[in-house]
């Protein structure tokens, strides 16, 4: 993992009191609400439906056990006794007191962590493969590029005031857990024929209401050229995307408008023009936070056997556990959708928990997934049993990853001052509904994602079945949405016709998994069945 | 009617104009109809409030409720923790948002 040097925790410490004499000016009242609202959004504090709202960043979902405990007594001493952790791999607290809000941020810093940049329109917190370091498909792990962006974004002078938020994912497999194309900037770090690692270029992916996937500008870019050409997709849009309408001012709508490639013509102009600059960091600096992600030290005589003789474990193994680059041990996915749960909530001593059983059992390293559940990355088979059962104890051992109790949901109405409509307790309804009817695991790989609004945190474009929360005349309502991806066969979703009302939905829902049971053929999921026979059958299904 | 509603600035509560202070609670809340402007100004500057408006509303079994469901969600608290809301002991609170 990433460890601050002098400089990083020294800008991180200057910045909790610069925010602490910011928020000490407003609390005198020598700072209107207008003056002190950018202000805090810069340090990731939001007013929300009942209070404050803080969203501290996990750079790329990369936690060890000393953030996450760190993470816990936060939710313990300044919030309600939980966090919410969220499809960008942050966390947000929902009950924060202004006063508070700086010893919250010391507190952070004091565990290499904060806030920063995780709001506003510049580039926010970096996102990648939950599986990262672990995944036996990678070429490499994507996180010291990562890292590398999230220094070189950090308080970065010329895109502190971009147009409209910046988003970039890193990813370094052919399998896509990271919605990269859905982003602003989506990178896959690929090799060539010739062995050499590169990076692919992505740019002008997205949800929200105008809903885009990203097209390939370039498909190898030379690795110490990665920030310079970062740089120079940044500059372009940041020269020429549009600022005075908020709806169309995100780089997809200025690629698109351009075109991919009238885009691309003057990102390469910009890119030729600034590797005359030499803005690349160091060859030496990318080497050294490569050496903070060295593979941990993992038993090469480990055991692949494991004990299945209680089927409850061995349900969790097959739904919960990933393959792993080294013999003998697996990523653990830990589910926070437990049945009628809320996604993505974790409590205090939950997030204890965690902590105690990543240090004990996964090189004291935790992930967040933009899914909203945690990843313990690297666990020996043999402590898969011990591993479950602590986490059963707890009700974190919901055998339900990618399944349609897998849910991902943003905060919705509950919580969000943007919601037309509540997403988590259509999440809480469906996964309860179809916990009963036992169709779960028979259903198979079905990735469910609800929004309470068309800002898209919810990522309902991207879902195999997505939801879309809108307010009617003062009354919810929710659009069906089928036929999205965010995996590397990504894909957006169209909506079937008329919404729903909450009941309505939920049996929409089961309406649209009994034409899928109906009309499947061996191995297909439901979005591939959907994609074979059209939205017909399920239309005529759900309308007549 | 219409109800001034805002935050505390402290606490970032959801608070409400009972017509001499603020209330967390929106049983208190009075109809400001014509003076919400001026009420919203003054207290503002007094920092005894945070990003005053109004909102529409209408009397509910004696106390006032906000026609628009964004404002009884702020005013109850999440219906998806009864245990967080101003009326966790009152199982049917979730028919007063809904």
Known sequence: ?544 | MRLLTGNDLKTGAVTWWTGKDWSIHIEEAVDVSGNEDEIARREEAARRVNVPYAVDAEMHDGSPRPSHIKERVRALGPTVRPDLTLKPADPEIGNWVI
């Open chain 1, 1 to 544: 993992m990433y460890k601050y040097d002098q400089y990083d925790q020294a800008m991180v410490d200057a910045r909790v009191e610069e925010f602490r004499d910011q928020a000490r000016r407003r609390l005198e009242g020598k700072l209107t609400e207008d003056q002190f609202k950018p202000l805090r959004l810069m340090n990731g504090l939001y007013l929300q439906l009942h209070a404050y709202m803080l969203r501290v960043a996990i750079p790329y979902g990369t936690l060890d056990s000393r953030q996450m405990h760190a993470l816990a007594d936060i939710a313990d001493k300044y919030d309600r006794g939980y966090g919410h952790f969220t499809t960008r791999q942050n966390i947000q607290y929902n009950w924060i007191r202004l006063e508070d809000a700086a010893d919250i941020l010391a507190d952070l810093a004091k565990v290499e962590m904060h806030a920063i940049q995780t709001s506003g329109n510049c580039i926010r917190n970096i996102s990648s493969d939950h599986f990262a370091g672990a995944a036996a498909d990678e070429v490499v792990d994507p996180r010291p590029y990562a890292e590398l962006l999230r220094q070189w974004s950090s308080f970065h002078p010329e895109f502190s005031y971009l147009p409209r938020k910046f988003k970039i994912a890193v990813i370094a497999s052919e399998k896509d857990r990271a919605a990269m194309r859905l982003h602003d900037i989506g990178i896959n770090i690929v090799k060539n024929d010739a062995g050499e690692l590169g990076a692919a270029f992505y740019v002008g992916g997205g949800m929200g209401r105008t809903p885009m996937i990203a097209p390939c500008i370039n498909p190898f870019v030379p690795l110490d050229q990665l920030v310079t050409y970062c740089e120079a997709c940044l500059r372009v849009y940041n020269r020429y995307g549009r600022r005075d309408n908020k709806y169309k001012a995100r780089i997809k709508i200025l690629v698109h408008e351009l075109g991919a490639e009238e885009y691309t013509r003057q990102v390469e102009e910009e890119f030729a023009h600034l590797l005359e600059q030499g803005v690349e960091p160091p060859h030496d600096e990318l080497m050294r936070i490569i050496r903070m992600f060295e593979a941990p030290n993992t038993d090469q005589t480990a055991p692949n056997d494991i004990d299945r003789s209680d089927p409850d474990f061995a349900l969790w193994v097959d739904r919960n556990t990933v393959a792993h680059k080294a013999s003998g041990y697996v990523s653990a996915v830990i589910s926070l959708k437990p049945v009628g749960g809320i996604p993505g909530d974790a409590t205090a001593k939950q997030m204890h928990l965690m902590a105690d059983l990543a240090k004990e059992y996964s090189f004291d390293e935790l992930r967040v997934m933009h899914t909203q559940n945690i990843v313990l990355p690297h666990v020996r088979k043999a402590d898969l049993h011990a591993l479950w059962t602590a986490l059963d104890e707890a009700g974190l051992g919901s055998p339900n990853l990618d399944t349609v109790e897998d849910i991902i949901a943003c905060p919705g109405l509950d919580y969000c001052s943007l919601a037309n409509a509540r997403s988590i307790p259509i999440a809480q309804r469906i996964s309860e509904r179809f916990a009963e009817t036992g169709k779960t695991g028979t259903l198979g790989e079905l990735k469910l994602k609800i929004s309470g609004c068309i800002n898209a945190c919810g990522h309902h474009h991207a879902g195999h079945i997505g939801i879309l929360g809108v307010d009617r005349k003062g009354v919810e309502n929710y659009q069906l949405l089928l036929g999205g991806s965010e995996a590397e066969d990504v894909s957006l979703a169209k909506i079937t016709g008329p919404g729903f009302d909450e009941n309505g939905i939920v049996n929409a829902v089961e309406t649209v998994t009994t034409v899928y049971e109906r009309e499947r053929q061996d191995g297909e999921r439901f979005v591939d069945t959907y994609r074979r026979i059209g939205m017909n059958p399920f239309k005529e299904a759900l309308y007549g």
